[in-house]
């Protein structure tokens, strides 16, 4: 007698990101407009997404983009502790990697136990380090005098600065692409914007002697390769000179007046704030000064580098036609309320959050809460130095009861917005700058 087969079970985000459309009919029973790209649900499938919504109503059900899964249902990431960090998400352990939930950074200056954890290679042991001894060195093929500094003589022989100083890794979003991209699974939380305390780089390679042909610097750290091969640099990423010599860019020892935290680069670590996370070196041991773009772990293609055209989703693209990521591109997030809230209709809702744009400015944040249909201009501040992010805020009111979603929008100085959708698929998963959402019910 043969036994009944037991029907495949799959989840919501493995059905949506093999086919967004056949999802949809599928789930829902909606078709999209290939053009408009809003969705249109059958009475039928309008009456099964609000019960999964636990909605009374979906007010603009009409606008919402096909083939995107509700906030609601989207968000299913569950804190994990680490040590020294409150509330991440936990995406890989060999080495440790860890975002923040959205509603978490909504600080205005990011705290130690709220900053990301973006690790390449394994972290040298706490108990193995000793700031009083611990030293950096500067050379390279571009270094006129070579020379090592303990963190006391950097403290002690150049001018010290702080500044406010937004990092973000250059995978934050991947999860949203199809096809998936490898690497870790980031939603919207490995940024962050501390305070950074040091000496400018700037002023530590002249004393070295910049040589007139130098065009790139690259860093290395102690943390070693995952494999456990210490012929293998986990990472050695750098930036040129011209970025290298900007006044933000910092050889640092403190974040927000502290130790920098452990799994963030204490004692000393880099900073370049605007670009990837991945060119801010932690565990900072040296710095070199090349004279040819830095050819360290990591820097070669396809890692932290974009297809110089776009490509279909899937498309193996050649080294070749591959360009290094630089300057980020616009962003930001909301920070309060949480996604998922309930909300009493008739009341207006205070919404707040961050924007940033890489080596440029925030002109203008936007909120819609009819999924892009209507955008309304929110307040924005000015940010505390350049290279620090912006806040914004911003208040609505709901029409009727249901479920809505807030989406945030924002533009940079040069005129670019973030896109509504996941922007052109790449191989690596890189700068997802879509507009972050979440999701209301209105009772």
């Not at 290094?324 to 998922?340: A, D, H, N, Q, Y």
Request: proline content about 8%; charged content about 20%.
């Amino acid at each position: 007698m043969s036994k009944k087969k037991t029907p495949d079970t799959r989840g919501l985000h493995a059905l949506y990101a093999d086919d967004p459309a056949q999802a949809d009919r599928l789930v829902w029973g909606r078709d999209v407009d290939p053009e408009s790209r809003r969705g249109f649900l059958k009475k039928s499938g309008l009456a099964a997404m609000t019960a999964a919504l636990g909605a009374a109503a979906i007010p603009f059900a009409d606008k919402m983009p096909g083939g995107l899964i509700p906030a609601a249902l989207a968000q299913t990431n569950e804190p994990f502790m680490l040590e020294g960090k409150d509330g991440l998400v936990v995406l890989n352990d060999r080495p440790i990697n860890a975002e923040t939930p959205a509603h978490l950074l909504d600080d205005a200056v990011t705290p130690g136990n709220r900053m990301f954890v973006r690790n390449n290679g394994i972290p040298p042991a706490l108990k193995d380090i000793d700031p009083a001894t611990w030293t950096l060195r500067i050379e390279g093929e571009s270094c006129a005098n070579p020379m090592s500094f303990s963190i006391a003589e950097l403290k002690e022989k150049f001018e010290h600065h702080t500044y406010q100083l937004q990092i973000e890794c250059g995978g934050n979003g991947r999860s949203e692409f199809v096809p998936s991209a490898s690497g870790n699974q980031w939603t919207t939380g490995a940024v962050a914007c501390p305070t950074f305390t040091g000496v400018r780089l700037r002023d530590v390679l002249e004393a070295c002697g910049i040589k007139d042909d130098a065009v790139y610097i690259g860093y290395y750290g102690a943390d070693t390769h995952a494999s456990g091969d210490p012929n293998k640099d986990p990472i050695s990423r750098g930036v040129p000179m011209s970025k290298a010599l900007e006044d933000e860019s910092l050889i640092a020892w403190a974040m927000n007046g502290e130790d920098i935290p452990y799994l963030n680069g204490y004692p000393l670590r880099l900073v370049c704030g605007g670009w990837p996370g991945s060119v801010s070196g932690k565990w900072l041991q040296r710095i070199v000064i090349r004279n040819q773009v830095h050819n360290g772990a990591k820097m070669a293609a396809p890692s932290y580098s974009m297809p110089r055209y776009p490509v279909a989703p899937g498309t193996e693209v050649p080294k070749s036609d591959f360009v290094t990521i630089e300057s980020m591109p616009v962003k930001s997030l909301v920070t309060f309320p949480r996604s998922g809230i309930t909300h009493a209709k008739g009341e207006k809702l205070e919404v707040r959050g961050h924007a940033w744009a890489g080596d440029l400015a925030v002109s203008k944040v936007e909120i819609s809460i009819d999924f892009g249909a209507t955008w309304h201009e929110a307040e924005l501040m000015e940010p505390a130095n350049r290279l620090a992010w912006q806040h914004w805020k911003a208040s609505v009111e709901f029409p009727e009861i249901g479920y809505y979603e807030i989406w945030a929008r924002a533009t940079d100085t040069d005129g670019v917005s973030q896109p509504m959708v996941v922007p052109g698929w790449n191989p690596k998963g890189y700068l997802n700058n879509a507009c972050h959402r979440i999701a209301v019910q209105v009772a």
